[in-house]
């Protein structure tokens, strides 16, 4: 079956950022690229015709790291907290939810997306605050970061923390004046509550949160997910079918790759066990890397440094693994046919993993692996030349600038020179790609564009932008979230780009990318989207 999309304005994002003005598509691949006449003449009158009428079209987008799972569950099964402007508005937020939802006694409240920073005083939400939502639900709800908490009486009960218990490594449970816990779960403390949330274990329960998820990634153009989801379920191999359920039953209108997340080292095994290896493919789902984390994050401190922070002297973050750990590490996963990819921001932690790779890179090549550090934000030459000698790839995060610049300048200092460094990393020849880490940012690939291009946040600060010097073009920011994606899964062949022989996957949209005013980039929308030729979405 073939169709001839004709009068359209089709960005490419070929090598020579070519547009044409019609593309032949036959059984879901591009078949040639031409004006409207050199297309009609050669599909011959046979198959169908798409009028484009004017509009411009882009490749697909691919998101190199995201949350699947965790998106659905917080748009379907958590209280929205985003909206909070103290802690009285959290109070309010939660008790709503309750009341909305009925949730029986004894079940957990969730919530997600507070944020002290906004909040008069910045006071952080307490178990105190929380125990006037519920005595009879436990609670946890989630800063917008993802790496700390706040419990009510309740869940701390139930997860046996009183006054006496130690803080875990790289973590804290605060304590008030008096000695006792308040609530606050700082970085990996949060697992001693969350850790105790009953798990979603039910498969049907499981799609229906990735449909949605996966529904809300077509609407914005993205078909390609690289999704971490195995810690957000209760069993692995449940996620794991449900997947490929969905897939067979036609409802996974994209291409996934699969991030698979342990949390120690001895949850290797748990993958290994499934029988297959990174890179399989079956359909549109692909086995992608063993992820675990490398540190914490920079809000917290927790990042881990080279040298102490400059807003908090005695402190250097934290790594969770030794080079000598980090190259067993990865020689355990490479030997087992496993590619990786680490989470990692400050500077000790990116290091230690690219020695690591380093000394396992013989290895690594033999097996065609390309390892990959997600986030990578604060560098150092060193860093620079490690990634020259592994080739790994960094996928950042181009919208934690947005959120991240009005706090970084004071917790790095003069290391800023080699952090969120896009455009240093480009002119190195670092292989990027861009994820949007929902649900921590917006996965409105248009929003981290702009960020890219401006340097500012989406409200349009600081004036002039934020290290202008490290801006992108329009070209290099959109392919961040195109072609570069495509490398990360070795499908640089199959999509990212409008050319003969690749797949016909890409979107229609409201503007002209390369012709709107910058901060004008954020408001283009998506018309539709097509996957293999055929629409998937329609605005
Ligand atoms: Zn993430």
Known sequence: ????????????????????????????????????????????????ETDLAGCHVLPAF?????????????????????????????????????TERQIPEGQWLEGFGWDQDLYPGTRFP??????????????????????????????????????????????????DVEGEPDGVMLESAMSLIGGIVPKLKDKE????????????????????????????VGDKKTLMEAYLELQEEGRMPMHLVLQLRIHKPGDLASFFEFGCKSWETFGRIKIGPIKFLGDGS?????????????????????VYYNLEELKSLVATVVKNDFDLTIHSIGDRSTQLFLEACLVNNEEIRRKGFRPSVIHSQIMNPKIFELYRQTGAIAIVQPMYVHSDWKIADARVGRRMEHSYCFRKMRDAGIPMAAGSDLPIESVNPFHAIQVSVTRKDL????????YPEEKLDRLEALKLHTVYGAGVSFDENRYGSLEPEKQANFILVSDDLFAVEEDKIKDIRVLATYLDGEPVYTA
Request: aromatic share 4%; with cysteine; charged share 25%.
């Open 1 to 48: 079956m073939k169709t001839a999309f004709v009068n359209g304005k089709i960005r490419t994002v070929d090598r020579n950022n070519s547009v044409a003005e019609a593309m032949l598509v036959a059984d879901g691949k591009i078949e040639a690229l031409g004006s409207t006449a050199e297309i009609r003449r050669l599909a011959g009158g046979a198959g169908r």
């Open 298 to 318: 920079l809000g917290a401190w927790t990042a881990g440094l080279n040298e102490p922070y400059d807003d908090n002297p005695g402190e250097r973050g934290l």
């Open 126 to 175: 307490t178990c105190r605050d929380l125990d006037r939502v519920s005595l009879s639900h436990p609670i946890m709800i989630t800063r917008r970061c993802g790496t700390i908490c706040s419990a009510n009486s309740l869940a701390m009960k139930l997860a046996g923390i009183d006054r006496h218990t130690p803080d875990p490594a790289g973590g804290e449970i605060r304590k």
């Open 459 to 466: 409200e349009g600060q600081p004036e002039g932008g934020w």
């Open 62 to 98: 691919i998101d190199t790291h995201l949350h699947m799972m965790d998106h659905g569950i917080y748009g379907l099964r958590t209280a929205d907290l985003y909206p909070a402007r103290s802690v009285e508005d959290v109070v309010r937020l939660m008790q709503e939810y309750l």
């Open 205 to 232: 329960t499981i799609k229906e949160i990735l449909s949605y998820s996966a529904r809300d990634l077509v609407r914005h153009g993205i078909l390609v997910a690289h999704t971490e989801d195995f810690m957000s």
